[in-house]
């Protein structure tokens, strides 16, 4: 059974603490799929099976099932299911993958599918006291890197994201220019997409709030963040004190935000997220 896209949106990407820094992931992602249906009169809500999406953090407004969650706020029937799957940085691509799969299966013939993520909204999180009077609590940032590990890891495999990137870069003698070299040659791929308006179709506008003012309305990424690689090379290394890594390296133009597929499927072809 073949299995297509029928349609891919998704609300602009903003910076940390940027334009969307107010919205919840949940209401970014419910309303993404609010206008897919909206913008897709074939499709009948009631034949679509699941809403799966991925989400990395999960330990703030997008904790439990945020796929749930997005699909009833997006007034979906309570008849359609949402599951959310986690592979870190690859979540929303893994619930693709698991759509795609459940499509060729059988289980179903239309399925919505994407990610949501807001690291600016991910909270500070703590321990519980594990004595009636403890004081050994600890408090984690969870916008990145492990917390609450095990104690049967070993020290040297608890790395971040950032820290890891030192270490494959370290393994396979990637050097810094290199890497800066990578990472300016992707923003400037992105501002040549951007000015050709590649992403007009795709991206929903998020209604923004700005107390007794007029909402403000967010219609493009907050990116590229264009510079020289003179610009990159004065930065100084974010995870590692002599290491190769910088934050722009890292920061794609399409880190936070929404972006959600949908599918369908007629006759004996399916289409899907």
Known sequence: MEVYIADAARTPIGKINGALS?????DLAALVIQQVVARNPWLNVQDIEEVVLGAANQSGEDNRNVARMAALLAGLPVEVSGVTVNRLCASGLQAIADATRAIKNGDGNIYI?????SMTRAPYVLSKADTAYGRA?????????WRFTNKNFPKETIYSMGETAENVA???????????????????????ALVAEK?????????????????????????PRLGTLADL??????????????SRQLLGPQRWGSRLDSGQRRGGEATQP
């Open 22 to 26: 107010t919205v919840r992931p949940d």
């Open 113 to 117: 599918a994407g990610g949501v993520e």
């Open 137 to 145: 609590q600890q408090m984690f940032d969870t916008s990145i890197g």
């Open 170 to 192: 370290r393994k396979w003698n990637i050097s810094r220019e290199e890497q800066d070299a990578f990472a300016h040659s992707s923003q400037v791929k992105y501002n040549k």
């Open 199 to 223: 992403f007009e179709e795709e991206i929903i506008p998020v209604s923004i709030a700005q107390g007794k003012g007029e909402p403000r309305l967010f219609t493009q990424d907050e990116h």
């Open 233 to 246: 090379a004065k930065l100084k290394p974010a995870f590692v004190k002599e290491g190769t890594r910088n």
